[in-house]
């Protein structure tokens, strides 16, 4: 599976929906900063990356979100 299916897959599990809207904002599937955060977490522990709260703290869509956990875990 390649590492965006994977991140997709992720995000629709953590979410629990079927069908990511790339353009819908976090909000809209009811993640607050701190479900980011916790979201962000998760993903250092499972990946073994690090995210910088500068690289998070601009996060707005789950578009912004698959990217940026796309480009740190393909390092």
């Known amino acids: 599976m390649a590492k965006r299916e ?18 819908a904002t976090l909000t ?10 916790e979201f ?3 993903i250092e522990d499972t990946y073994g990356v690090t995210f910088e709260s ?4 601009d996060l707005k869509t789950v578009g ?4 940026l956990i796309e480009k740190k875990i393909s390092k």
Not at 28 to 37: A, H, I, K, M, P
């Open 6 to 23: 994977e991140i997709e897959n992720l995000i629709r599990t953590k979410l629990n929906i079927e069908n990511l809207d790339y353009n």
């Open 64 to 67: 912004n979100l698959v990217d």
């Open 40 to 42: 962000v977490l998760e």
């Open 54 to 57: 500068e690289e998070t703290k």
């Open 28 to 37: 809209t599937y009811g993640l607050d900063s701190l479900d980011v955060v």
